[in-house]
C-alpha cells in the first residue's frame, strides 16, 4: 500500500508545558509516532487534555509560550521541521501547511473585512494584487459555495452566519494550496445539519485539491465521516491506531472499546443504560508508572501498574499498545 | 392514570427588535417561539431538540419564568404559571430546577461546593443549619461525590464533577421537575455516559419529570420518551422518541436525523442533503417556515403554514402539507 516517502512523518514526538511556577511539567505529547500518506486522511482521537491538540500545534510550530517540544522528530516533504527558524516556519505555514480552527469567531478578526482576511495570505505568499487578486479572492469562494461571493468580499465577520464564517476560514486555509490541511474540531461549533455541509466541502476540496487531511476530534461521527485512518489518544499517547473500519468494527485497546460504547445511538430503542468509564482522565503532571488508563480500565493486570505497554501489531497498520493484547 | 404535570398552551416569545419610543408600535418582532403546545406527564421527559435560533433556549427559559411570556400560558399541576405570584410563584420556583449546560459558568468560583448546593435551601429558609448539612452530604453522595469535598472550591474540580455539583444544587429542594438546557454537550464523551445515567438513576429514584433542551438527536433519544423538533419558532414534529426517531415524518426532522453521525463507517443512511442555512427569525419566511431548504416545497407551502395535524397512529403530530390529505389532493 505505501508508495513513496510519506508526507508527513512524526517520530518519538514529546510536548511538555511547564507550570507557571515551573514546579510541574505537564506532559502534553508523550512519544507520539505516525506517518501520513499523500492524500491520505487521519483522524485523531481523544478527550480533552488527550494530547490531541497539543500534538496538532507541535506539527504546525504554533504551541503556546509554555509549551515546548522536547523531543522527537516531524519531518513534512522530508524537511525536519523542527530544525526550521522561526521565519522559515512562517513561510510553510499558509501555504504548504494550513490549518482550520474550531471556532470561526475566533479565527477571524471583527474589524476587518472578509476581503482583507482572505487577501493576507495570497499577498503575503503569492504576491498578487489588482484584478489578479480579487479573481483568485472570488474564485476561493465560490469554490467552498458562498453565494454572491463580490458582496460577501466588503462584509465583516458579524454578518454572517457561523456556518458560512468556517467556510470562509476554509477558503483561507485552501488558498495558497497547502499540500497538509489540519482541521482541529472543525465542525464543533456548528449546528448539526450545517455540520453535515461543512464535512462534505471538507471531503470534496481533499479531493479537488489532492490535500493531506489531519481531522482533530473527539467525535468518533466526525472522524467516521471523513477518515482513511484514525489514532486514539489517551494522557498524550497513542493507545491504538488503525484503518478506520478496523477501530469500529474491531477495537482492541480497552479505551477505544469503552468509548464507542459510551456513545448513545437514536436508532437503538429500548432504555439501555450507557457504558461508561468510571473515574477521571489522569494528572498529566502526576502520570501514575506504567498505562495512564489502568486506574480506570476494566480489564487492568498487574503489569499494567508497572511498565508500559509496547505497541502491538494486530492486523495490517492496526495496532494497539495494551498488555491484554499481548496476552491475547 | 398518569397526571400531567406541565402543560404549555400556545406559547408565544416576541422579543421586539430597536429602541423602544416613537413609533415603536411598529418595530420589528423576532418570533423566538410561536404558537408551542405540548404536555408532560409527571416522571416522564421530553426533549426539544432543533438547530441555533429554533426557539429552545427560550422555551426553557418561559418554562423557568425567566422571561415572561407574549401570549399563551403554562400549567403547573393545573395552575396557571404565568400569573403567579408571591406565595404560589416561590412554589413553583421551588418545585421547577434548571441546570445548565456549561458547569464553569453556572457555579459561582468563590464559594465552596457545601454553599453553592446549598444556597436554594438558606434561601428557602424552611432547614436549620444542621439539617442543611446533612441533606448536603446526602445530595453529594446521590450524585456520585465524595461528601467530603464539600469544603472545596469548583476549579478544584473536573468539568462532569462540576455538572454533577450543579445536578446536586438542582435537587436540593426537592424539584419535580428539571429543565435540563444541554446538559451534557460541554463535557467530554466517556464523562457524558456517566452523567446520562446520573440523570436516569435520580429520575427514577425521585420520580422526576425532564424537559431536555439539546440539539444532539443521539442524547435526546436516548434520555427521553417525547421528542417535540423545533424549528424557527414552531415544534414541526412531536412523537415519542421511538416513533419520531425510527421514522420521522418531517422532512426537517428527516435530514436532522440523516445529518447525525453515528459512529460507524457504514450504515449511515442516505443523508438528505439541505442547502442553506437557517432564515432570520426576524423575517421569516412565509407559508411553511422550512420551506427554504425543503427538498420536498410545493406551491402551497410557500403560502400556507401547514398546521401541526396528527399523523399516523402512533400518537404523532407534524406540520407539513405533505401530510395532510387536504394539500395532497391540490
Given at each position: 500500500m505505501k508508495q513513496g516517502e510519506p508526507l508527513l512523518q512524526v517520530m518519538d514526538l514529546k510536548t511538555q508545558i511547564l507550570s507557571r511556577d515551573g514546579g510541574r511539567v505537564v506532559r502534553a505529547v508523550d512519544g507520539v509516532s505516525f506517518e501520513l500518506q499523500r492524500g491520505e486522511t487521519l483522524g485523531i482521537i481523544g478527550e480533552s487534555g488527550s494530547g490531541k491538540s497539543m500534538t496538532a500545534m507541535s506539527i504546525l510550530g504554533i504551541l503556546p509560550e509554555a509549551a515546548r517540544i522536547v523531543g522527537g522528530q516531524i519531518f513534512f516533504n522530508g524537511g525536519n521541521l523542527l530544525a526550521k527558524?522561526?521565519?522559515?516556519?512562517?513561510?510553510?505555514?499558509?501555504?504548504?501547511?494550513?490549518?482550520?480552527?474550531?471556532?470561526?469567531?475566533?479565527?477571524?478578526?471583527?474589524?476587518?473585512?472578509?476581503?482583507?482576511?482572505?487577501?493576507?495570505?495570497?499577498?503575503?505568499?503569492?504576491?498578487?494584487?489588482?484584478?489578479?487578486?480579487?479573481?483568485?479572492?472570488?474564485?476561493?469562494?465560490?469554490?467552498?459555495?458562498?453565494?454572491?461571493?463580490?458582496?460577501?468580499?466588503?462584509?465583516?465577520?458579524?454578518?454572517?452566519?457561523?456556518?458560512?464564517?468556517?467556510?470562509?476560514?476554509?477558503?483561507?486555509?485552501?488558498?495558497?494550496?497547502?499540500?497538509?490541511?489540519?482541521a482541529d474540531e472543525p465542525t464543533t461549533a456548528l449546528d448539526p445539519t450545517v455540520q453535515a455541509q461543512f464535512l462534505d466541502l471538507l471531503e470534496q476540496l481533499r479531493d479537488s485539491k489532492n490535500l493531506s487531511l489531519i481531522v482533530?476530534?473527539?467525535?468518533?461521527?466526525?472522524?467516521?465521516?471523513?477518515?482513511?485512518?484514525?489514532?486514539?489518544m489517551y494522557a498524550g499517547k497513542i493507545v491504538e491506531k488503525g484503518p478506520i473500519r478496523e477501530i469500529f468494527d474491531n477495537p482492541k485497546h480497552p479505551y477505544t472499546k469503552a468509548l464507542l460504547a459510551s456513545i448513545p445511538d437514536a436508532t437503538e430503542t429500548g432504555n439501555r443504560r450507557l457504558r461508561t468509564i468510571e473515574g477521571q482522565p489522569p494528572d498529566l503532571s502526576?502520570?501514575?508508572?506504567?498505562?495512564?488508563?489502568?486506574?480506570?480500565?476494566?480489564?487492568?493486570?498487574?503489569?499494567?501498574?508497572?511498565?508500559?505497554?509496547?505497541?502491538?501489531?494486530?492486523?495490517?497498520?492496526?495496532?494497539?499498545?495494551?498488555?491484554?493484547?499481548?496476552?491475547? | 392514570m398518569t397526571r400531567i404535570l406541565l402543560e404549555a398552551q400556545n406559547l408565544r416569545k416576541y422579543f421586539p427588535l430597536g429602541r423602544a419610543g416613537f413609533g415603536a408600535a411598529n418595530r420589528p418582532m423576532v418570533k423566538a417561539v410561536d404558537d408551542v403546545s405540548f404536555r408532560l406527564e409527571e416522571g416522564t421527559s421530553l426533549g426539544i431538540v432543533g438547530e441555533s435560533g429554533c426557539g429552545k433556549t427560550t422555551t426553557a427559559r418561559l418554562l423557568l419564568r425567566l422571561n415572561d411570556v407574549s401570549a399563551g400560558r403554562i400549567l403547573f399541576d393545573g395552575a396557571e404559571v404565568q400569573t403567579a405570584t408571591g406565595r404560589a410563584l416561590r412554589q413553583y420556583r421551588n418545585e421547577v430546577q434548571a441546570v445548565f449546560q456549561d458547569p464553569y459558568s453556572s457555579l459561582n468560583p468563590r464559594m465552596r461546593v457545601r454553599n453553592i448546593v446549598a444556597e436554594p435551601l438558606i434561601a428557602q429558609g424552611k432547614m436549620g443549619r444542621k439539617e442543611i448539612r446533612d441533606w448536603v452530604a446526602e445530595l453529594l453522595t446521590v450524585v456520585g461525590l465524595d461528601p467530603a469535598a464539600a469544603g472545596r472550591f469548583p476549579h478544584e474540580f473536573s468539568g462532569g464533577q462540576r455538572q454533577r455539583i450543579a445536578i446536586a444544587r438542582g435537587l436540593s429542594l426537592k424539584p419535580r421537575l428539571v429543565i435540563l438546557d444541554e446538559p451534557v454537550s460541554a463535557l467530554d464523551v466517556s464523562i457524558r455516559a456517566q452523567i446520562l445515567n446520573l440523570l436516569q438513576d435520580l429520575q427514577d429514584k425521585f420520580?422526576?419529570?425532564?424537559?431536555?433542551?439539546?440539539?444532539?438527536?443521539?442524547?435526546?433519544?436516548?434520555?427521553?420518551?417525547?421528542i417535540a423538533v423545533m424549528y424557527l419558532g414552531k415544534i414541526v414534529e412531536m412523537g415519542t422518541s421511538d416513533a419520531v426517531s425510527r421514522s420521522p415524518r418531517h422532512p426537517y426532522t428527516q435530514a436532522?436525523?440523516?445529518?447525525?453521525?453515528?459512529?460507524?463507517?457504514?450504515?449511515?443512511?442516505?443523508?438528505?442533503?439541505?442547502?442553506?442555512?437557517?432564515?432570520?427569525?426576524?423575517n421569516p419566511p412565509p407559508g411553511c417556515h422550512f420551506h427554504t431548504r425543503c427538498p420536498h416545497a410545493m406551491p402551497v407551502c410557500r403560502e400556507i403554514e401547514p398546521p401541526l395535524v396528527p399523523v399516523g397512529d402512533d400518537g404523532r403530530i407534524a406540520a407539513c402539507h405533505l401530510l395532510t390529505p387536504v394539500a395532497r389532493r391540490s
Open positions: 527558524s522561526a521565519e522559515e516556519m512562517r513561510r510553510l505555514r499558509g501555504e504548504q501547511l494550513s490549518m482550520i480552527l474550531q471556532d470561526p469567531m475566533v479565527s477571524l478578526d471583527p474589524l476587518f473585512t472578509i476581503g482583507s482576511q482572505l487577501a493576507e495570505p495570497l499577498r503575503l505568499h503569492r504576491s498578487l494584487s489588482g484584478a489578479a487578486l480579487r479573481g483568485r479572492m472570488t474564485d476561493l469562494l465560490s469554490a467552498v459555495s458562498i453565494p454572491s461571493p463580490e458582496m460577501r468580499l466588503h462584509q465583516h465577520p458579524h454578518q454572517m452566519s457561523g456556518g458560512m464564517l468556517q467556510r470562509i476560514v476554509g477558503a483561507i486555509a485552501i488558498s495558497c494550496d497547502p499540500q497538509l490541511l489540519i482533530v476530534t473527539h467525535d468518533f461521527g466526525v472522524a467516521a465521516r471523513l477518515c482513511d485512518h484514525v489514532m486514539v502526576q502520570l501514575p508508572p506504567g498505562c495512564p488508563f489502568a486506574p480506570r480500565c476494566p480489564s487492568v493486570v498487574a503489569r499494567c501498574r508497572v511498565e508500559y505497554p509496547p505497541e502491538y501489531e494486530i492486523g495490517p497498520d492496526h495496532v494497539a499498545s495494551c498488555w491484554q493484547v499481548y496476552v491475547q | 420520580h422526576l419529570s425532564y424537559v431536555m433542551i439539546a440539539h444532539d438527536l443521539d442524547v435526546v433519544a436516548h434520555m427521553c420518551d417525547t436532522l436525523f440523516s445529518a447525525r453521525l453515528p459512529a460507524r463507517p457504514d450504515g449511515r443512511p442516505p443523508r438528505i442533503k439541505l442547502t442553506g442555512e437557517i432564515p432570520s427569525a426576524v
